[in-house]
């Protein structure tokens, strides 16, 4: 008897397993999103209430060009919902086993656009000089890896593996700090700001999903000298590119958000700031003239030195042929600015926005239906 009840006990143990491991496949994903079975129910929970959170958001007036720039219809929930979607397919954790979730098949694959390096995207905050990340688009840049060995590369999630034919494949690696109140504005994990600020953070990395050519990917480059990111790969110089976006989207729920507190409001207006700053000017034509007059002073000054002296090795025929020549060259190139009158005020580059590579694009009826499952 206690034999056949032990037997029983183990056959119900196993029938329990398999309800368990049925349901958590039908949690894997909600909304047009799939969760990695890696992720912890908690966290799940957590990305399917911003879901929702996001999905009601009432129609919002514009501020800063963002619907221009972001190409949406309309700034609401369900269409911001749909331009998530189309960007973002599958989150995964903080921590993987890489070599079985990325693969290269050894086909040699033609782009559609020449090679260019990768570059992980990594959205984070920086305290005492320790970067904490918070979520990086891994399928842009194991797209844009692919790419630049002309080898198709493969992810796979759950058991199932998809070929990367774009960085529109859209997997995101959320970190352990996404899901921490130790880096959120507020200590109560679904607070307002706190759910405008992870969705913030994922319209960031969504943008990492857009672009071709020159602009796949909207890499980020390294911030100028005196930036509070010095030499750290954490501004953009395309004003369409991921911080340029969240800033603004940032600046239209400051405006919107009737249900925020005065400091939320405050909150959310540092964090536009904040991610405006990481925007780079190029270089104007007033910078340009400075930099070739103080060379054209040096040169100058080398050749009416030579006047004067005997030395044979900074002052010989070769080399006065050649610092002249120079001269000649950087007063041409003075002369040619002058004459072109280009705008003193800086204009940063927009960058082309449209897919790279082969991927499927969801209506906003079609992700309607998502929500309604």
């Given amino acids: 008897m206690w034999k056949l009840n032990k037997k029983l006990w183990a056959l119900l143990s196993l029938c329990f397993v398999l309800f368990q491991d049925l349901a958590r496949a039908a949690d894997s994903s909600y909304g047009g999103f799939i969760f990695s079975n890696q992720i912890p129910a908690d966290h799940i929970e957590l990305i399917k209430e911003d879901i929702n959170f996001a999905y009601s958001l009432p129609t919002m007036r514009d501020s800063n060009n963002f619907q221009l720039f972001s190409e949406m219809k309309v700034i609401n929930g369900p269409h911001i919902h749909n331009w998530l979607v189309n960007r973002?397919?599958?989150?995964?954790?903080?921590?993987?086993?890489?070599?079985?979730?990325?693969?290269?098949?050894?086909?040699?694959?033609?782009?559609?656009?020449?090679?260019?390096?990768?570059?992980?995207?990594?959205?984070?905050?920086?305290?005492?000089?320790?970067?904490?990340?918070?979520?990086?688009?891994?399928?842009?840049?194991?797209?844009?890896?692919g790419r630049q060995n002309k080898n198709l590369g493969t992810v796979t999630i759950n058991g199932k593996t998809k070929p990367i034919l774009s960085p529109r494949i859209g997997v995101i690696q959320l970190g352990d700090a996404y899901f921490s109140s130790d880096y959120s504005p507020s200590l109560d994990l679904?607070?307002?700001?706190?759910?405008?600020?992870?969705l913030s953070t994922l319209l960031h990395e969504a943008r990492h999903s857009d672009g071709n050519g020159q602009s796949t990917g909207f890499l980020h480059v390294k911030?100028?000298?005196?930036?509070?990111?010095?030499?750290?790969?954490?501004?953009?110089?395309?004003e369409n590119g991921a911080y340029g976006l969240e800033a603004r989207?940032?600046?239209?729920?400051?405006?919107?958000?009737?249900?925020?507190?005065?400091?939320?409001?405050?909150?959310?207006?540092?964090?536009?700031?904040?991610?405006?700053s990481?925007?780079?000017?190029?270089?104007?034509?007033?910078?340009?003239?400075?930099?070739?007059?103080?060379?054209?002073?040096?040169?100058e000054y080398i050749l009416k030195l030579c006047e004067t002296t005997k030395d044979e090795a900074s002052c010989s025929?070769?080399?006065m042929k050649e610092n002249t020549q120079k001269h000649a060259e950087i007063r041409n190139q003075i002369e040619e600015l002058f004459r072109n009158r280009k705008g003193a005020k800086p204009q940063r580059t927009v960058g082309d926005s449209r897919p790279e590579g082969f991927f499927e694009e969801f209506s906003i009826e079609q992700t309607r239906e998502f929500m309604q499952k």
């Fill in 88 to 145: 973002i397919r599958y989150f995964i954790p903080e921590q993987i086993d890489f070599e079985t979730f990325f693969g290269l098949t050894g086909q040699d694959y033609k782009y559609l656009t020449p090679p260019s390096l990768p570059t992980l995207y990594r959205r984070g905050t920086q305290r005492s000089d320790v970067v904490t990340v918070l979520a990086t688009n891994l399928g842009g840049a194991l797209y844009l890896y």
């Fill in 249 to 276: 989207f940032n600046r239209v729920l400051s405006k919107n958000c009737r249900q925020c507190s005065v400091s939320e409001i405050e909150v959310l207006r540092v964090m536009s700031l904040d991610n405006l």
């Fill in 278 to 299: 990481r925007l780079i000017l190029p270089t104007t034509d007033q910078d340009k003239v400075k930099h070739l007059r103080h060379a054209l002073s040096t040169f």
């Fill in 223 to 238: 911030c100028p000298k005196g930036h509070a990111y010095e030499d750290e790969r954490a501004c953009d110089k395309y």
């Fill in 190 to 198: 679904k607070s307002v700001i706190n759910r405008f600020y992870r």
């Fill in 317 to 319: 025929p070769k080399k």
